[in-house]
């Protein structure tokens, strides 16, 4: 049963990282796993067995996400774009009572409250300024192309780890996440297809961006795991700030275009169903 509400967990999160202004360390955060999941890659080297078997069922549900459901979550950002967004609202408040659990029995001083709203605007800010995005990057075979994608991937993965920061934000802000999204989808048509010398040259392409993506979770997981060690109560002010501006952030994004009373109920209605999702899965 945990197993498959791991994979359940980890399809959330693949799908929060797919969507420009989700983040996928929020979804963490919201289900009370972010703990686990940065003790998980901080301590691979060390206890690499006990690591994979609790990483698992969360790299299975991500890619699932990713692979299977992301597109379907982007339609439904097109179509019905504040049920969407309140549903992803829903599943971040949803965890809120359990972050707050982190501060019980602690000193709330000055500096926490500022700690918050420092990261608060912050996260504000970096959705105005992903609002204009510049021009898209080519992907090509060419040195220099892969060694940007190895620090795209670098920079990418460490804010899928980040509660509140989305890492498909950033890859738009950088002119990267369309040119990558249609990589993915021309390696599934190529491997569906049987073109190997296609599917050979795109996932070329994409090796040094994935070696990013794993360097960069893993060191950004590091100085996390640090700061919630020598730090624990200023850190969880910070990850408060981000994920309170989250429900902004998203509704920034999503682009609404009419309004009417049903829009608001079926939204009320997807608010409730991700804050119960949210409450579930944050439940061992």
Known sequence: ?????????????????????????????????????????????????????????????????????????????????????????????????????????????????????????????????????????????????LLQLFFIGVVASATMVIPGVSGSMMLMLLGYYNPIIEMITAIIRALVSGDFSTLLTKVAIMIPFGIGVILGIYFIAKLIELLLKKKETLAYSGILGLVAASPFVVLMQCGVKELNVMILLSSAVTFCIGFVISFFLGRE
């Open 1 to 145: 049963m945990n197993f498959l509400k791991d994979i359940l967990r980890g399809v959330l999160i693949g799908i929060a990282n797919a969507i420009p202004g989700v983040s996928g360390g929020t979804m963490m955060v919201s289900m009370g796993i972010y703990d686990k999941i940065i003790s998980a890659i901080t301590t691979i080297s060390k206890q690499l067995k006990k690591s994979i078997i609790t990483l698992l069922p969360y790299g299975v549900g991500m890619v699932l996400g990713i692979v299977g459901l992301s597109f379907v979550i982007e339609y439904l950002f097109d179509h019905f774009p504040l049920q969407t967004a309140l549903l992803f609202i829903g599943l971040i408040l949803g965890g809120i009572p359990m972050l707050l659990g982190h501060f019980k029995g602690k000193v709330i001083s000055g500096t926490n409250i500022i700690v918050f709203l420092l990261f608060f605007v912050f996260m504000i800010f970096l959705q105005w300024l992903g609002e204009g995005n510049g021009e898209e990057a080519v992907l090509t075979l060419s040195f220099i192309s």
